[in-house]
């Protein structure tokens, strides 16, 4: 598949803090791309630099063969939804989905007819039938999102930034909008770059999903290998759902300030920092007189409460350092013993479940 | 049971926020006070003036019309309507062309609030001398010997002084413009600051180009700030006197200027009928000014 966008070493940076540092990126043409990265590891700025709002300080940006550095943001091709989608306040929904054709300085249309066609066909995609007059301070936040991605859509970009769409939408619209996004994208056969801070989502959306570390990509893979085998302990840690340890590595086992934790027939990964890494769903919690087989790692640890989320139960332990260790008991396997609160109880997991760092 | 225990907690309650509700119209005692007394009284009164009949030295309560059909028959007053309306379109404009541009920089293109607040202050230091000293400030500046023509003299630009620019409709406008172009500077930067810029972006990000964002959006979505200044501009300029008076050397005649004068020789039946007709000019202007935008929607 070849690569519609492609960064090359891009660096920007505001005073002291590199928000990209060296970047480097290629997203292919036609698919849908999460990028994920925690609160300021520079997820917009890299959004921002792609559509031109920000010039970067160094590096190169190739889009469909051609340098687009110095190109404005208007002459990109490129579509950008905001994060609080940045209607236009005084416009009708059809107004604001007709702007781009009607204003844009190359080609625009002028035709009533051909506009209000085209404004039809985009607002039967994007199921906004119905709506067209109202005032976009009249429709609900799901449709300003629609509304929103059909002002972009109606350009036909080759490219469109999705900068966190969902995230001003309620948690019930937001798992709605998750599969109409990909319906929507995969439509109109263009790639989508949708950036976000939430692990499910860029896992359940992203047919490529990035992972953005201080300012530089520090995975680039399908949903499945970043969720079970993330290249580096920073990406564990984006994802939520893995215990993390530092500590140094020895021939057979990892050794943590908190204990010695055999190795399983693996080979450590090497991300150029040791760690340690376990799946939340991966420990059992047992009593401390129950004893522990070759192939497991045993961890004592004071039980602290609990948390339902329906499908399963979110255990919390306190280590001996004060840290907290997190255990993740899925209720359709198992029916989990009740814990007593400040009991001390073994956490037990295989040794070949944990990830090993180098 | 649970229902009964409900309505009756309710009750009392409801009791309560009406009582509120009553004493918090006190509240706006004073100030109704306030402009009955000074403002709804004077108003008819003036009115039920400009029916009395005047004669030279006295004035007397005998309704006549008199006084309004002497007003709608003179040339020189009917004039002073025209100059008027005159001056005040062209102060409008021109605190427009000045004050829009300023506005555009400080609100759109300027983000650091700071820096904006800085910028406004700037507009405001005239303010912080009185009125009179602003207006007559101007006759050193545009006299004959004054700063601009010993300037444009010293640069070669001109040989000999520009007589029009001082005690002439001129010397007015400019004097009107400097002193009122603050007040519409503000509603516009007003309005600049609460366009959130990611709206500018979008549109640039759609395709258009600088004209045509500010013709579709900029300019659309200040028309609120324009319409505010343009009425506290032509409320201002419609009831001016003194920037005529000094700086026109009498040559401009504002209605404000015929009450000043009237009121002066103790005409006060005439002088009710040039207050009413000024009055009734700022209702419709500010009536015609608040048809262009629905401010209730877009405030």
Known sequence: ?358 | MTMTAATTSDAPSETTAKKVSDKSLWLLAPGILWMLLFLVVPMLMMVYVSFWTQTTFKISPILTVQSWVTFFTSDTYLSALWTTVRIWLIVLVATLVVGYPAALYVGLFVRNKTTQTVLLVFCVIPFWTSFLIRVLAWRPMLGKEGAINLILQALGIINTPIEVLLFSELSVVIGMTQIYCVFMVGPIAFMMGRIDPSVIEAAQDLGAGFWRIFRTIILPLTMPGVVVGAIFVSVMVLGEFATAAALSGRKVNLLGNIIVTQVGSLKWAFAAVVGVVLTILMGIVVAALLRVVDLRKAL
């Open chain 1, 1 to 358: 598949m070849s690569a519609v966008l492609k960064l090359s070493n891009v660096r920007k940076s505001y005073g002291d803090l590199h928000a990209l540092n060296g970047l480097d990126l290629a997203l292919p043409e036609d698919a849908y791309v999460a990028l994920l990265g925690p609160s300021g590891s520079g997820k917009t700025t890299l959004l921002r630099v792609i559509a031109g709002f920000e010039t970067p300080d160094a590096g190169s940006l190739t889009f469909k063969g051609k340098r687009i550095e110095g190109i404005a943001p208007h002459r990109r091709d490129i579509g950008f939804v905001f994060q609080n989608f940045a209607l236009f306040p005084h416009l009708s929904v059809a107004k604001n989905i007709a702007f781009g054709l009607e204003n844009r300085d190359i080609d625009p249309v002028a035709d009533p007819k051909v506009l209000a066609a085209r404004v039809k066909d985009m607002v039967a995609l994007v199921g906004l039938g119905g709506l067209e007059e109202r005032a976009v301070t009249q429709i609900s936040g799901g449709q300003r999102q629609r509304v929103a991605l059909a002002r972009t859509l109606i350009t036909e970009p080759s490219l469109v930034l999705l900068d966190e769409p969902l995230g001003a939408l309620d948690a019930n619209l937001r798992a709605r909008m998750r599969s109409e996004l990909r319906a929507i994208r995969e439509r109109c056969g263009v790639t989508f770059l949708h950036v976000t801070g939430s692990e499910s989502e860029a896992l359940a959306m992203g047919d490529l999903v990035l992972v953005l570390d201080q300012g530089r990509i520090a995975q680039s893979a399908d949903a499945d290998t970043i969720y079970n085998q993330p290249q580096s302990p920073s990406v564990a840690r984006f994802l939520n759902c893995y215990n993390l340890f530092e500590g140094t590595l020895s021939s057979d086992a990892f050794i943590a300030p908190l204990g010695t934790f055999p190795l399983g027939g693996t080979s450590p990964r090497q991300s150029g920092k040791p760690g340690y890494a376990i799946r939340y769903d991966r420990i059992a919690v047992r009593p401390l007189t129950d004893t522990v087989a070759n192939d497991e790692v045993r961890l004592e640890a004071t039980f602290v409460a609990d948390e339902y989320s329906g499908a399963a139960i979110n255990s919390f332990f306190a280590l001996d350092d004060g840290r907290v260790f997190e255990v993740e008991s899925h209720l359709s396997q198992t029916t989990p013993n009740a814990l007593t609160p400040q009991t001390r109880y073994a956490l037990v997991w295989k040794r070949n479940d944990a990830l090993v760092y180098a």
